[in-house]
């Protein structure tokens, strides 16, 4: 790829994400986002064109859920079970994965990874906040409170979802672009993540995205941003993950990003072969004995505040790495305000 073509991409994704977007390589104008909010079912709906992009669910599940959601062309790219239980070819396994979601299996020894009776809950505490920039990219603010099954308040925290359309440079449809950025507030005292390998900003993906090919309907290849390919990616470091399938005779990726600004960047990834990925700084003694026993444990101060950044970038085609790699830079390289 010629420096002229890379440094293209990259100003197109910048401008997506951050100024006006610029049209696609082929002139199409870019599609305009808005959102609805239907509080009786709780949810909001973001939608591209007044097509579904993704529902945001809250107070519904055992946390906020982003489900459905649809890569370009209105292909759904997540597993629907167990929120639909009918669909052709879905793994019915490991419930507590639902499509799209942030949580972890060990806060001050309270597993809010699991669903059970004496597991944690992310309760959304206040309406969603919803806004617009200039039509370009849909903004959902929720305020949540992370609590014990007890009722405890453990912490809280401040979810901002992004959602926007961007060019990938190429003749292709403009990708999907999901940012989802946690503030985790130390309200309530002293706030602990434990090493374990369960947790924390997950996708999963729907089974043709499995690489270990148990599921017939498997056709996926992974890699990463330091080459791994396949099951080495888990418990691997890296700045991003990629995965590419054929879906209905369509090439589709998701490439999962993690923040330059992140805690323990580039992060380790609980990344499966069997459709479940999820970066996960905390885990580390689980992912390599090599480290010692709650290596990755990290503690916030009471009163204290810690961000998260991730991007989900989800479009239609064969991406190669450098086109990924070129998105990833661009993103984490924007202003805080930006994002």
Known sequence: MSCFHLLRITLMLASSLFLPPLPSATGT?????????????????????????????????????????????????????????????????????????????????????KEAPDAGKVITSSPP???????????????????????????????????????????????????YEVTIKATHGEVVFGDTKEGTMAIRTRPEWNVERKNPLA????????????????GAKAAWVDYQAPVNKEI???????????????????????????????GLHDFSKKNPQGAGKFTLQA???????????????ILTPTQINAAWTTWTALPSKAK
Not at 48 to 60: F, H, K, P, S
Not at 72 to 88: A, E, N, Q
Not at 258 to 282: E, K, M, Q
């Open 29 to 113: 104008p870019p599609p305009s986002m808005s959102t609805t909010h239907d509080e009786a079912s709780k949810k909001v709906t973001v939608l591209i064109d007044g097509a579904v992009l993704t529902e945001i669910r809250y107070n519904t599940f055992a946390k906020p859920v982003l489900w459905p959601i649809h890569g370009p062309g209105g292909i759904p790219l997540t597993r629907d079970w167990p929120m639909k239980t009918d669909t052709p070819g879905d793994d019915q396994d490991h419930p507590h994965h639902k499509s799209l979601w942030f949580t972890h299996g060990d806060v001050n020894g309270i597993d809010f990874w």
């Open 129 to 179: 906040r919803l806004t617009l920039d200039d039509a370009s990219r849909a903004v959902v603010e929720l305020a949540n409170e992370w609590q014990a099954a007890d009722g405890r308040i453990i912490c809280s925290d401040t979810t901002v979802i992004r959602c926007s359309a961007v060019p990938t440079g190429t003749s292709g449809p403009f990708a999907h672009f999901i940012d």
């Open 219 to 234: 056709a996926g290849t992974s890699r990463n941003s330091e080459g791994l390919t396949g099951s080495a990616l888990w």
């Open 252 to 282: 589709m990726g998701i490439a999962v990003f993690d923040h330059s600004s992140n805690l323990r960047h580039p992060t380790t990834w609980h990344a499966r072969d069997y459709g479940l990925v999820a970066a996960n700084p905390f």
């Open 303 to 317: 009163g204290a505040t810690q961000t998260w950044k991730y991007g989900f970038f989800l479009y239609k085609g």
